[in-house]
């Protein structure tokens, strides 16, 4: 049985202790608010002076339009979940200025 992208990420990130966040597609999050992962993001580029996250295959898939789209075996093609995130990190430093 194979293992899912979720699972190995998961694993990947508890192995190398590098990752400050991982993002999987078997665990909701919410992205914004007081507990949302822009939230922790900034505590720990507060606290730390950075931050590394990993982003599974098919992790955020909810804030992204969702496609029709399959490959050529029929899978689902998924949404880039980590341009999307790049972006709203992005922007959360242009509109906070380093959220300071």
Known sequence: MGRSSGYIA????????????????????????????LSHLKYLIETKGSAV????????QNFLQKTNAKDASGNIVFGDFGVHIQQEVGGCILTNFMWS
């Open 53 to 60: 996250i990993c982003v599974a295959e098919g992790a955020g």
């Open 10 to 37: 998961m694993h990947a990130s508890l192995a190398s202790r590098q990752i400050n966040i991982c993002l999987i597609p078997e665990v909701s999050f919410n992205l914004h608010g007081p507990h949302g992962v």
